[in-house]
């Protein structure tokens, strides 16, 4: 199953969706068709594989990133955090467009941005306790923001082909517009960021 997925994000990278069929697929991968679909069951089912996949993977990077084994301060652990995601999909840009345009045609993004905003209310809800908090427990509005927020930057980022994607200015961009909120959420509670 790996190496069909494999060869989906190969397919999708070289020629984006107009060459993405499972027959492609199937071909690149070196199995038979039949066999695909017994894995998946039409070439949606195999691009929101390849979503989660990658998704799984960013989301791992980036609960270590905000652990700050690298830099512990709150911008430090932020960066790290907004690197992870902008390189996610490892380059593919071609892919990562194609995987977002096809969930958004099929549910207008929200399985895209359900394991991100489950992902930040978990850690929202943990990173202003223990000996390493940074700041206060986060609400269900304030992650709701800062999820939709980071996701939709780089999102529109991949959409629009923005030759700035992977540029440090525009990783700077994002990280002082998610720490600059989270200054004023931790200023409004009174709490010192």
């Given at each position: 199953?790996?190496?069909?997925?494999?060869a989906?994000a190969?397919?999708?990278?070289?020629?984006?969706?107009?060459?993405?069929?499972?027959?492609?697929?199937?071909?690149?991968a070196?199995?038979?068709?039949?066999?695909?679909?017994q894995?998946?069951?039409?070439?949606n089912?195999?691009?929101?594989?390849?979503?989660?996949e990658?998704?799984?993977?960013?989301?791992?990077?980036?609960?270590?990133?905000?652990?700050?084994?690298?830099?512990?301060?709150v911008?430090?652990?932020i960066?790290?955090?907004?690197?992870?995601?902008?390189?996610?999909?490892?380059?593919?840009?071609r892919?990562?467009k194609?995987?977002?345009?096809?969930?958004?045609?099929?549910?207008?993004?929200?399985?895209?941005?359900?394991?991100?905003?489950?992902f930040?209310?978990?850690?929202?809800?943990?990173?202003?306790?223990?000996?390493?908090?940074?700041?206060?427990?986060?609400?269900?509005e304030?992650?709701f923001?800062?999820s939709?927020?980071?996701?939709?930057?780089?999102?529109?980022?991949?959409?629009?082909?923005?030759?700035?994607?992977?540029?440090?200015?525009?990783?700077?961009?994002?990280?002082?517009?998610?720490?600059?909120y989270?200054?004023?959420?931790?200023?409004?509670?009174?709490?010192?960021?």
């Open positions: 199953m790996a190496s069909i997925v494999e989906a190969q397919i999708l990278e070289k020629g984006g969706l107009a060459a993405f069929t499972t027959n492609a697929v199937a071909e690149r070196g199995v038979s068709i039949g066999t695909l679909y894995y998946f069951a039409d070439k089912a195999l691009v929101m594989a390849l979503a989660r990658e998704m799984e993977a960013a989301l791992g990077e980036v609960a270590r990133a905000l652990q700050g084994e690298v830099d512990p301060s911008e430090g652990r960066r790290a955090m907004v690197r992870v995601i902008v390189h996610a999909f490892r380059g593919r840009q892919a990562r194609a995987v977002i345009q096809a969930i958004l045609s099929q549910d207008g993004g929200i399985s895209l941005m359900a394991p991100v905003a489950a930040i209310a978990r850690a929202g809800e943990t990173v202003g306790r223990g000996p390493n908090s940074l700041l206060g427990p986060l609400t269900r304030q992650v923001v800062v939709r927020s980071l996701m939709g930057v780089v999102r529109a980022a991949v959409l629009e082909e923005q030759p700035f994607l992977a540029s440090r200015g525009f990783e700077d961009e994002i990280v002082r517009m998610i720490v600059a989270l200054g004023a959420v931790s200023a409004a509670a009174g709490r010192k960021p």
